[in-house]
């Protein structure tokens, strides 16, 4: 089943303290990306890979950090968590950054920095 | 700056009515995707639409792309509370950057039994 798996779904961490989630498409995907969703913000991307070892920002990238060393892999790390940073997460994957493209979604994973 | 803008925000019918959601933004886009994402879950396509005037439908919903390639509208008849959800409406802009996508805020969508 083609799909993008994200980890945690669920994630408490107080502020200050490392932390990486996870994401791993199993589609061969070139394109992937993070997004957040915050209520009356919609979508925002946070960063976004045109392939392996290329990596760059979106509309929201401060504070975040990603790589990209594995095709399917693409993790997002917070070096340092802020409340600010409490939000839905999403990964995403596009064969590529065509207009048409699908974007596959994964389930989301839900921060809470306090 | 919102290049997206999706209307009603929030909307809250009976089942059985007919409603008609939008998304509409000053530039010209490529295509223009819809997305449906349901509680605890991630956004999933619906259509892409890519031709000025282009009409598809999906059983009971109609998806409407602009002549002009600025606006979209879906059409939803005799809404279901499985229809129950937010709706995103996403546009392709030629030549915008590598990501290629750009969402609006979503219209929040609940059918009432």
């Known amino acids: 089943e083609a799909q993008v798996t994200q980890n945690p779904r669920y994630l408490i961490t107080v502020t200050g303290k490392k932390l990486t989630v996870t994401c791993s498409q199993n589609?061969?995907?070139?394109?992937m990306s993070w997004y957040r969703q915050d209520p009356g913000l919609g979508l925002r991307q946070i960063y976004y890979?045109?392939?392996?070892?290329?990596?760059d920002k979106g509309d929201v990238p401060e504070g975040y950090k990603v790589s990209r060393k594995e095709k399917r892999n693409f993790p997002l790390i917070l070096e340092s968590p802020s409340p600010n940073q409490t939000s839905l997460y999403f990964c995403?994957?596009?064969?590529?950054?065509?207009?048409?493209?699908?974007?596959?979604f994964g389930q989301g994973t839900r921060l809470t920095v306090v | 700056t919102q290049l997206l803008e999706q209307s009603p925000q929030f909307l809250s019918i009976q089942e059985g009515e007919n409603l008609t959601v939008y998304c509409n933004s000053s530039?010209?886009?490529?295509?223009l995707q819809w997305y449906r994402q349901e509680p605890g879950e991630g956004p999933v396509l619906l259509v892409t639409?890519?031709?000025?005037?282009e009409v598809k439908k999906l059983k009971r919903l109609t998806f409407q792309f602009g002549d002009a390639r600025k606006d979209s509208s879906l059409h939803i008849t005799a809404a279901q509370p499985g229809d129950t959800g937010l709706y995103l409406c996403?546009?392709?802009?030629?030549?915008?950057?590598?990501?290629?996508?750009?969402f609006g805020k979503g219209t929040h969508l609940i059918i009432q039994p």
């Open positions: 995403a994957s596009r064969i590529n950054p065509t207009m048409n493209t699908e974007a596959f």
């Open positions: 589609m061969n995907h070139e394109y």
């Open positions: 890979s045109m392939n392996v070892e290329v990596t």
């Open positions: 530039s010209v886009f490529s295509s």
């Open positions: 639409v890519v031709t000025g005037g």
């Open positions: 996403a546009g392709g802009l030629s030549g915008g950057g590598a990501d290629g996508l750009t």
